[in-house]
T-cell receptor
Framework: EAGVTQSPTHLIKTRGQQATLRCSPI?????VYWYQQALGLGLQFLLW???????NRGNFPPRFSGRQFPNYSSELNVNALELEDSALYLC????????????FGQGTRLTVV | GENVGLHLPTLSVQEGDNSIINCAYS??????FIWYKQESGKGPQFIID?????DKRQGQRVTVLLNKTVKHLSLQIAATQPGDSAVYFC????????????FGAGTILRVKS
């Protein structure tokens, strides 16, 4: 069974551009989470989607946005990129709602130059 | 983001010794906790979880202890091996209905041979 897959694995953008990151959850999982992990730091919660809707959002500016598609895959969009946005962006999926374990993808390394 | 940026603490242990990694969580209403292991260049990998109605849970070579009185979680690794070298994160789910895992800052475990 395939795990959580993310694409691309690496992304290089210049300041001011937009980045789009993609995530495919484990089959049967309806919840998708996005986390930002800056180099050497912990994971910070960005967004949670379930059943196509945004359910919760972390303390990030509005230029961080996303969506979940009918097949439960998800996109994370980051507009007006800043140098500080350089980080590993991790996607996780889980069964819908409740307290269940979340499985992570390998992440997308975003570098803003 | 939600967490203040911090350099991760490091625990160095000798191969074969037991390791204990500690984590303080913030929300007394959290009902579910997970430990993740993250190796260099990879996404976090689920190790073990525990629900708030338990105070101890054992897996293969790992034990998680939960002390709700002081909001403390620990991960014990028996007979630590070089392959255990990684960053370890605890995560809590503070929302009973939804799933918004909040991660601790992480601890680097270095195993000396």
């Amino acid at each position: 069974e395939a795990g959580v897959t993310q694409s691309p694995t690496h992304l290089i953008k210049t300041r001011g551009q937009q980045a789009t990151l993609r995530c495919s959850p484990i089959s049967g999982h309806t919840s998708v989470y996005w986390y930002q992990q800056a180099l050497g730091l912990g994971l910070q919660f960005l967004l949670w989607y379930d059943e196509g809707e945004e359910r919760n959002r972390g303390n990030f500016p509005p230029r961080f946005s996303g969506r979940q598609f009918p097949n439960y895959s998800s996109e994370l969009n980051v507009n007006a990129l800043e140098l500080e946005d350089s980080a590993l962006y991790l996607c996780a999926s889980s069964l819908r709602g409740g307290s269940t374990e979340a499985f992570f993808g390998q992440g997308t390394r975003l570098t803003v130059v | 983001g939600e967490n203040v940026g911090l350099h991760l603490p490091t625990l160095s242990v000798q191969e074969g010794d037991n390791s204990i990694i500690n984590c303080a969580y913030s929300n007394s209403a959290s009902d579910y906790f997970i430990w993740y292991k993250q190796e260099s260049g990879k996404g976090p990998q689920f190790i073990i979880d525990i629900r708030s109605n338990m105070d101890k849970r054992q897996g293969q070579r790992v034990t998680v202890l939960l002390n709700k009185t002081v909001k403390h979680l620990s991960l014990q690794i028996a007979a630590t091996q070089p392959g255990d070298s990684a960053v370890y994160f605890c995560a809590e789910n503070p929302s009973p209905r939804g799933n918004k895992l909040v991660f601790g800052a992480g601890t680097i475990l270095r195993v000396k041979s």
